[in-house]
């Protein structure tokens, strides 16, 4: 059934593990600039925290293909969680407790090396495990498990969630769902 529809079956659970990691990156998309600013950051600091976000997601990508050809694409899935984990602890732990943006940029910055170097990872080892016939259809699940955790799932989580948990807590859960879905991936 899963080879039917192009989805690799040795690779099922990466794809799972693959989603349930981008729900927890994307818990916080679409309301932590504006919370940021309610809490009493400024637009431009608010601003200057997602662009060094930004650039780090950004370089993580350019060398996730560097990293997996060195090391393989499973040291730099489990390096991409750590570098979430440690941005995580220091930005809600430190940083948004105090509301201090000396401690929030740097380890937000951190945070964003995560979800490339996990993500990118699994998608350049869809590309080593894949037949070419059937590789097309095998990145494609990737980009919609990938779409459907970060843009789809988290944001709707945290619609259902922020009310009920208030957001430093959704934070939280969401590293729990990037824990859950690195060890299933």
Same mark, same amino acid.
């Given at each position: 059934m899963f080879?039917?529809?192009?989805?690799?079956?040795?690779?099922?659970?990466?794809?799972?593990?693959?989603?349930?990691? $981008?729900?927890?990156?994307?818990?916080e998309? &679409?309301?932590?600039?504006?919370?940021l600013?309610?809490?009493?950051?400024?637009v431009?600091? &608010?601003?200057?925290?997602?662009?060094?976000?930004g650039?780090?997601v950004t370089?993580? &990508?350019?060398?996730?293909?560097v990293?997996?050809?060195?090391l393989g694409p499973r040291?730099? $899935?489990?390096?991409?969680?750590?570098?979430?984990?440690i941005?995580?602890?220091?930005?809600?732990?430190?940083?948004?407790?105090? $509301?201090?943006l000396v401690? $929030?940029?740097?380890?937000?910055?951190i945070?964003?090396?995560?979800?490339p170097?996990?993500?990118?990872?699994?998608?350049?080892w869809?590309n080593?495990?894949t037949p070419?016939?059937r590789r097309?259809?095998a990145?494609g699940?990737?980009?919609?498990?990938?779409?459907?955790?970060l843009?789809v799932?988290?944001?709707f989580?945290?619609?259902?969630a922020?009310?009920v948990l208030g957001e430093?807590?959704v934070?939280?859960v969401g590293?729990?769902?990037?824990?859950?879905?690195?060890?299933?991936?």
């Open positions: 080879e039917k529809l192009g989805l690799p079956k040795n690779l099922l659970w990466g794809y799972i593990g693959l989603t349930i990691f $981008m729900i927890g990156d994307g818990v998309q &679409a309301w932590i600039s504006i919370w600013v309610e809490k009493g950051l400024s431009a600091q &608010a601003s200057y925290l997602i662009t060094a976000y650039i780090t370089l993580a &990508a350019w060398v996730t293909g990293l997996v050809q060195t040291k730099v $899935m489990f390096c991409g969680l750590v570098a979430f984990i941005g995580s602890i220091g930005f809600i732990g430190i940083g948004l407790k105090n $509301m201090d401690w $929030m940029l740097p380890f937000y910055a945070r964003g090396i995560g979800y170097l996990f993500a990118y990872s699994f998608l350049i869809i080593y495990s070419v016939a097309s259809t990145v699940w990737f980009w919609f498990t990938f779409s459907l955790g843009s799932i988290g944001p989580f945290s619609s259902i922020l009310p430093i807590h934070l939280w590293l729990l769902f990037v824990l859950i879905g690195s060890i299933l991936g």
